[in-house]
């Protein structure tokens, strides 16, 4: 139950209910289409192309930035003036709206709503080791989910800074690991403690369905509709499965709140998505604030996780038998 994991699957219902991508109006705009075809021709050949490669940061050729994307991200600001002229909306391009680049970073708020949720979730894993004792029941699985998710958020943080087609594959595929690795998670602490074949089962069963799925998305097609439908399917299972735990075991365990108040923060928060508006001050918009907001989250997740672990190692040394 990682903080951001049922947000992922809300607001991919949420997109996938919206339909599928597509090209996006800015980037249809005879005016935009022959402004790159334009630069590219004059800038992006010859000296000009050397005179470029020279005078670029070297932040910027790191992270893979090329005269022809430059073409672009000037064009998409001379479409937007004109829009803006007109009195028209803003306009999105290429699926996206126009974000004011910083250095590298293509989204730089979302760039940095990702990595504080990343540096969150390392500070709270930390934490955990320190507070819980690996004897701890739950101690190995919890670990090994934490950096799941820490693989995740490092993957949205390259995303937002700078779009490729692998990372945005890497960020959609870590993404789908986070939520399936929530099944085991859920599987091992509600079933598995008291039936280790099953987790184990399950284990192996979420394996060859996150194989097959990454498979599919990358040989088959890449299917954004299948690929929503299918994150935000076990997210669903995941959610319904732990409400259920906590209302089971709202009379015994005095720390459930905590897992409750998680779950409901989260779907909640990813109602932001709704919001869609062109970024404020070109910087932040409804995305970024959506994970700005998780961050706090992870906070009060892993307190749960803290009580949980210790509650499970105290009743393991007096003999009790396990919720």
């Known amino acids: 139950m990682a903080p951001g994991l049922w947000a992922v699957a809300a607001a991919a219902l949420l997109l996938l209910l919206a339909g599928p991508g597509g090209a996006s109006q800015g980037d249809k705009e005879p005016v935009y289409r022959d402004c790159v075809k334009q630069c ?3 800038n992006c050949t010859g000296a000009r192309l050397r005179g470029f490669q020279s005078a670029q940061p070297p932040y910027m050729a790191l992270t893979g930035w090329t005269c022809r994307d430059d073409c672009r991200y000037q064009c998409m600001w001379t479409t937007v003036g004109l829009y803006q002229a007109e009195g028209y909306r803003v306009p999105q391009f290429h699926g996206k709206w126009p974000f004011a680049r910083f250095l590298c970073f293509e989204e730089p708020a979302s760039a940095l709503a990702s990595l504080l949720n990343g540096l969150a979730c390392l500070l709270m894993l930390l934490r955990y080791r320190s507070a819980v004792p690996r004897q701890s029941p739950m101690y190995h699985t ?3 989910f934490s950096l799941v998710s820490l693989n995740a958020w ?3 943080t390259v995303f937002h ?6 990372t945005e594959k890497m960020d959609y595929f870590c993404a789908s690991a986070v939520i399936l690795y929530s ?11 008291r039936r280790p074949g099953v987790s184990s089962m399950v284990g192996v069963l979420l394996i060859l369905a996150f194989t097959s799925h990454v498979s599919y998305l990358t040989f088959v097609s890449f299917d954004y509709g299948y690929n929503m ?4 399917t076990i997210g669903m299972i995941n959610l319904l499965w732990w409400l259920g735990w906590c209302w089971q075991n709202r009379r015994t365990l005095p720390y459930w709140w905590k897992c409750g108040v998680v779950v409901v923060m989260l779907h909640g928060l990813a109602l932001l998505e709704l919001l869609d508006f062109p970024p404020l001050f070109w910087v932040l918009d409804a ?5 700005l907001s998780t961050v706090p989250v992870h906070f009060l997740f892993y307190s749960f996780l803290i ?6 190692l105290n009743t393991e040394k007096i003999g009790v038998k396990l919720e």
């Open 307 to 312: 009580d949980d672990s210790l509650h499970l």
């Open 229 to 232: 439908a299918a994150n935000a």
């Open 142 to 144: 919890i670990t090994a």
């Open 287 to 291: 995305h970024a604030v959506w994970h």
């Open 161 to 166: 800074t700078r779009d490729t087609y692998l």
């Open 183 to 193: 099944i085991y998670l859920c599987c091992v602490r509600t079933l598995g403690l």
């Open 154 to 156: 490092f993957w949205s």
């Open 40 to 42: 590219s021709r004059t």
